[in-house]
């Protein structure tokens, strides 16, 4: 029988390794398995505001009340996006008109969602198949046959792939018009503000509390600013840090 000849020293290394490697590997999927796990349910929620304002200094205690648009009189998810900006408005000093009677302010709630195609570049790494460990001689005389192994250096990189993705897109534009002050004039829009997610949330109703919040965190705000805000899913609250 001819055995081929193999660095013993090498072989001997790699064959107490052995285990070890396995092992290794083994640990190291299940903990990248488990992170992304965790990274699916814990990822912040994650909201770009853009807010103009020129918010009138005796505002305090006004009324407003929400405009009505044509084919959304009595719908109930519209009717539920305006009690969210409602509970807002409140918690700033604001008061609802009396049922049908027109507020100071004018109150215009739009949402919307839709999607678009993401593009990107990804490496690729690959698993090689067993290869064979042939067999050795050690100084001592001692035959150690030859196997089929996982490849030592693990995972190969191939090259790049492009990667398409869906990203759901949330809206909310928040409006309030001020119609009643002082002498008779023009309305003018005192509050313009715009709350954007990109993800993979892809449920509406889902994400206008979040979208609400953001509008009014700080309210009125600079005008002209740009935010980030993120939100941990799981309390709602604002992350800080």
């Not at 107490?16 to 992304?36: E, I, K, N, V, Y």
């Not at 049908?100 to 690729?124: I, M, N």
């Not at 005192?190 to 509008?215: H, K, M, Q």
Request: hydrophobic share 40%; glycine share 8%; proline share 9%.
């Amino acid at each position: 029988m001819h055995l081929m000849n193999f660095s013993a020293p090498l072989a001997r290394q790699f064959s107490a390794r052995l285990p070890a490697l396995l092992l290794a590997f083994l640990r190291a999927g299940l903990a990248a398995a488990a992170l992304a796990l965790l990274t699916a349910c814990t990822t912040p929620i994650t909201t770009k505001v853009t807010n103009f304002n020129a918010w009138p200094a005796d505002a305090a205690g006004a009324t407003f009340s929400f405009l009505v648009k044509p084919g959304t009189l009595g719908e109930l998810e519209q009717a539920t996006y305006e009690r969210y900006v409602s509970a807002e408005l409140e918690s700033e000093g604001l008061r609802p008109a009396p049922a049908g009677q027109a507020g100071r302010f004018l109150v215009d709630v739009t949402a919307a969602g839709s999607q678009r195609k993401q593009k990107y570049v990804e490496p690729v790494y690959v698993n090689p198949p067993l290869i064979w460990y042939p067999a050795y001689r050690t100084r001592r005389g001692y035959v150690y046959p030859g196997y089929w192994g996982p490849d030592y250096y693990g995972p190969r990189y191939v090259g790049d792939r492009i990667v398409t993705r869906t990203l759901q897109i949330s809206r909310l534009q928040v409006k309030l018009v001020e119609i009643a002050s002082g002498p008779p004039g023009p309305a003018r829009t005192v509050f313009d503000s715009t709350a954007l997610y990109e993800g993979d949330i892809g449920d509406l109703p889902n994400l206008v509390p979040y979208l609400v919040r953001a509008a009014f965190e700080d309210f009125p705000g600079k005008n002209g600013e740009v935010r980030l805000l993120r939100f941990d899913p799981k309390t709602g609250e604002i992350v800080r840090n």
